[in-house]
């Protein structure tokens, strides 16, 4: 609640696998939340539980286009950001329409969030480092990234994104919050999005072929889903001056392999490893350096990776991932 009232918020891209456990827990804590989708990677599924409570709201609309009139004209406290394919191949399949996600999607969410005097949160990306040479990555690295690459779209389009935002936030039109996401893993990954939690656990599953790009040994750093979401809620809630982005992520780093083990491991799975070429720009070392979190939010993430597989396993187990994946086949409008 907000001086006695109940908060106003806004997700843009609430209908994605991080956005819907994000409008879950945003109602738990007594909000009343409008869901803005265009359904691109967003899936109805994710929905179900939300659309039983009387404090959801569900807009379709993608965020390239301006607005609705009448959704400018609406009062909210809080705008969160999270509009845009997050897996390579997706974000890739039309890299015009994810670069314009980022910049002019996040541009007509700004000017909502100037029109209305609300708070600002965008979900940038680990992917901001490139294929990073420091190692761990902190938030003053300003990054190795091809910009003319096949990931630039994304890449490039969420730097740009963090550039509008800061601009915003200079001119104090706009009071801003910028998170850089790393791997993110949990209940309503699509096993079709082309993560490579997703892709594991659910070749591992189905007892196909393991595809390993490269040799393996790359590290990613993987956050479990309820810690993301608290990250990013401590993240907007924070009151003090403007602290600049921060990473939000878990920096425990494991290989591609370690991974692939632990998953082998956790299923009695019988699946063949078998590999693949790396994709080009394909980073080979990912771990957020956490420290600034810590500091000024007083957030660390509270799930280790066995125990976020076993919820995700068991989701994808009970067969909720394959619904998803083929229930959502008619749709085609973007999310994060």
Not at 124 to 146: C, I, K, L, M
Not at 148 to 162: L, N, Q, S
């Amino acid at each position: 609640m907000k001086n006695g009232r109940q908060k106003q918020i806004l997700v843009a891209g609430g209908a994605g696998f991080l956005g819907s456990h994000l409008c879950e827990r945003l109602i738990e804590e007594g909000a009343r939340v409008v869901c803005l989708d265009n359904f691109l990677t967003g899936k109805p599924e994710n929905l179900r539980r939300l659309e039983l409570s009387a404090d959801f709201e569900l807009i379709e609309h993608d965020i390239v286009e301006p607005l609705p009139a009448k959704l400018m004209k609406r009062r909210f406290d809080r705008v969160y950001n999270l509009a845009c394919a997050a897996s390579p191949p997706l974000y890739q399949a039309d890299p015009e329409h994810t670069l314009m996600t980022n910049v002019l999607g996040t541009r007509h969410l700004l000017k909502l969030a100037e029109a209305c005097g609300a708070r600002f949160l965008l979900t940038s990306t680990s992917e901001v480092y490139g294929d990073p040479h420091a190692h761990p990555q902190v938030e003053s690295y300003w990054g190795n990234v091809n910009c003319t690459g096949p990931r630039a779209c994304y890449d490039e389009g969420k730097r740009a994104a963090e550039t509008l935002c800061f601009d915003y936030d200079r001119l104090k039109k706009v009071e801003v919050r910028v998170a850089r996401i790393f791997n993110t893993y949990g209940p309503r990954l699509s096993p079709d999005d082309g993560r490579v939690v997703s892709n594991v656990v659910s070749q591992a599953l189905a007892g196909d072929d393991i595809t390993v790009f490269g040799d393996g040994s790359q590290t990613r750093s993987f956050c479990y889903v309820d810690d993301q979401v608290d990250g990013l809620m401590k993240l907007m809630e924070f009151d003090g001056a403007q602290p600049g982005p921060i990473n939000i992520g878990n920096p425990v780093e494991r290989t591609i392999l370690e991974l692939v083990d632990l998953v082998l491991a956790m299923t009695g799975s019988n699946s063949e490893v078998i590999f693949q070429p790396l994709p080009v720009d394909d980073p080979k070392r990912r771990r957020p350096d956490i420290s600034k979190a810590e500091r000024v939010l007083g957030w660390t993430p509270q799930t280790d990776l066995e125990q976020g597989l076993r919820s995700t396993i068991a989701w994808f187990e009970a067969g909720e991932g394959l619904a998803a994946s083929t229930r959502g086949g008619d749709k085609a409008l973007l999310t994060a």
